[in-house]
């Protein structure tokens, strides 16, 4: 992953940020970074195209053996019904508090936006689609690194299945608690990209996110977003508010 960035000879990096300045102007390519009307996330922006534009779209973060399997630590909110957590959102943990004791009988995923078939989804219906099984490394802002086997459905069946528009941009994941964020299409449909229900072999734990977590192996953790309630499919990037990576004040690319 960071071996590639290095690599990079300076002049090719130069020669992207050229190519990069271009595809601004021209616009509406898949990959438009989104418009933070900030100076100083000029430099994400610059960090996003030149990724874009120099790694190749489906290049696989690295996966990893069972026995390099290590011990996870939760992170962030862990239960979304606790309201002395701090992102707790009073409507969606009061939902969640329902949900968990009934062992998530009656969760369902909401899918909607630019899709030609907006829907629901129990968790059953997910384990029923085509699945994945990966080993990968979580790597968090703060430091620290964990890996750990994560099963679910890969984002892209989820949007194929209830008819993506083809000019569509973002994906946003909503959840229980205040947080909410996006990515891009190229890691929307990246084929690593999976909506998780279990982690190494057992269903998702609630620290984890259950019952239903995104795992963006190429960018940092705080954008595998836990407890997702709601996904929708956007042609303009959205302003997520305070839960957004924007209103928190940290970067929406990510990149590894
Ligand atoms: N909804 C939600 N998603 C979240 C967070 C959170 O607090 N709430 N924390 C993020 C951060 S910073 C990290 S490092 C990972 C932590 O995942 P883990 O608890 O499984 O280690 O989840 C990310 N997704
Ligand atoms: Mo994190």
Redesign the pocket.
């Known amino acids: 992953m960071t071996d590639k960035r290095i690599s990079i000879p300076r002049r090719t990096f130069i020669r992207g940020m050229g190519a990069s300045a271009g595809v601004a102007v021209a616009g509406c390519s898949k990959t438009d970074p989104p418009t933070y009307g900030n100076l100083l996330r000029m430099g994400d922006n610059l960090t996003y195209k030149t990724h874009r534009l120099l790694l190749p779209e489906h290049s696989l973060a690295r996966e990893y053996d069972y026995s390099d399997i290590s011990s996870?630590?939760?992170?962030?909110?862990?239960n979304?019904a606790d309201s002395n957590?701090?992102?707790f959102n009073p409507e969606h943990g009061q939902a969640y508090e329902h949900l968990l004791a009934g062992a998530f009988a009656d969760w369902r995923l909401t899918v909607e936006g630019n899709v030609a078939k907006p829907g629901t989804f129990t968790l059953a219906d997910l384990k029923r689609m085509t699945s994945r099984t990966q080993i990968t490394r979580?790597?968090?802002?703060?430091g620290?690194s964990?890996i750990?086997q994560w099963t679910g459905v890969p984002l892209r069946a989820v949007l194929e299945a209830c008819g993506m528009q083809q000019d569509a941009k973002f994906v946003e994941?909503h959840?229980?608690?205040?947080?909410a964020?996006s990515v891009d299409m190229i890691d929307a449909l990246h084929p690593q990209t999976i909506l998780a229900y279990g982690?190494n072999g057992r269903d998702l734990?609630t620290?984890?996110?259950a019952p239903l977590?995104?795992r963006v192996e190429r960018q940092?953790?705080?954008?595998?977003?836990?407890?997702?309630r709601k996904i929708v499919v956007a042609n303009d990037f959205g302003d997520l508010g305070k839960g957004g990576p924007i209103g928190a004040g940290w970067a929406w690319y990510v990149g590894m």
Not at 220 to 228: A, D, E
């Open positions: 996870v630590p939760a992170i962030g909110t862990t979304p957590q701090l992102l979580h790597t968090c802002e703060e620290w964990a750990a994941f959840s229980y608690d205040a947080i964020d982690m734990p620290g984890h996110g977590r995104l940092l953790g705080y954008k595998s977003v836990k407890f997702i």
